[in-house]
């Protein structure tokens, strides 16, 4: 293999525009025995060409059964680290290593580490939205998908610490009548949606239905039709009467509720920037159909966990999908 300068974090090797992307990518993806797993908030070119689309829970459920030799993750960071601790024995590529995650960031694992420690006696929940690093320090990992059913599979009385996303961490509490402690972190991009513009919208669709991701803040879930994961808001859009909604996520999802349901209308709900019509994460748009040909040609940029670290990671990972399995999610 050539030597591939990933300063940038990606291959930054430009691609004859003679060439089909989509058609090399299939072929590569056959002769390497790869899989492509791509979040709903993707750009749709990623989502079409994926061999399996969902949200956090359903990636690491799919990454951990998979047969394949290589995986590519298509969306953020952390979704890489989780393939990697899940598939130590499998090579997990990204197509752009500088795909994080503001939630994330919002968490850095050593003031984390200093806060558990601070609390003995604590059950760590962790979001899947956090670093390896994180998860190290964690007992319990839960997505938006399965958080209210693992927090409720716990004992009453006992002592949780939630981190990092106080919106939903706070939305648990509301609805499971539990008092967690919360780290004090957020996603920007379900921070800035406008409740003004969301009411606007309102008006003018009045039958519309308002589907909400539990890391909004509390004041747009209180005019959420429905309050629920990616993959909850979809299940809700396809199976709902009403043929508007007005939805207040990544818009990237748009894409799925659109295919799944052809003859609906779904509105983004807007960001309170003027300037935007809909509120996309920027971190999800650097996969592009160019970066992942490069990834599985070259196969780079590739994940690695520190060995103990991931091993320790892993625990809360296994017990996630082991609780869930077992309640049905």
């Known amino acids: 293999m050539i030597n591939i300068d990933l300063s940038k974090g990606f ?12 058609e090399e990518i299939v072929k590569l993806k056959k002769e390497k025995n790869a899989v492509i797993l791509a979040h709903y908030y993707t750009e749709g070119e990623i989502q079409d060409i994926a061999d399996f689309v969902g949200d956090s829970l359903a990636l690491a459920q799919w990454a951990k059964k998979t047969s394949a030799d290589i995986i590519v993750m298509c969306g953020v ?91 939903l961490g706070n939305y648990i509490n509301s609805i499971t009548g539990r008092d967690m402690l919360l780290w004090d972190g957020a996603c920007d991009v379900h921070e800035k949606f406008s409740l003004e513009k969301i009411l606007e919208l309102k008006k003018q669709y009045s039958s519309a239905k308002v589907l909400a991701h539990p890391e909004c803040k509390k004041v747009i879930l209180t005019v959420a039709d429905h309050i629920g994961s990616t993959a909850s808001l979809l299940n809700f859009a396809v199976n709902s009467d009403s043929d508007t909604f007005i939805v207040a996520t990544e818009s990237g999802i748009l894409h799925e509720m659109q295919k799944k349901c052809p003859n609906k209308t779904f509105i983004p709900a807007p960001p309170m920037d003027s300037t935007c019509a809909c509120n996309e994460c920027a971190f999800m748009r650097l996969n592009t159909l160019e970066k992942l040909y490069n990834t599985l040609k070259y196969e780079l940029p590739e994940i690695t966990v520190d060995s103990k670290i991931s091993e320790r990671a892993k625990l809360p990972i296994d017990r996630m999908l082991d609780i869930s399995a077992k309640l049905g999610l």
């Open 11 to 22: 291959v930054d090797i430009s691609v004859s525009k003679n060439v089909n992307l989509k």
């Open 77 to 167: 960071h952390f979704m890489g680290e989780t393939a990697k601790i899940l598939c130590p024995d499998r090579k997990v590529l990204v197509p752009d290593m500088n795909a994080g995650c503001s939630l994330a960031d919002s968490c850095p694992a050593d003031k984390f580490g200093d806060f558990v420690a601070q609390h003995p006696g604590y059950t760590v929940i962790s979001y899947v939205n956090t670093t390896a690093a994180v998860k190290y320090y964690t007992d319990i990992v839960v997505t938006s998908s399965n958080a209210r059913q693992i927090v409720e599979s716990l004992d009453k009385d006992e002592k949780i610490i939630f981190g990092p996303d106080r919106n």
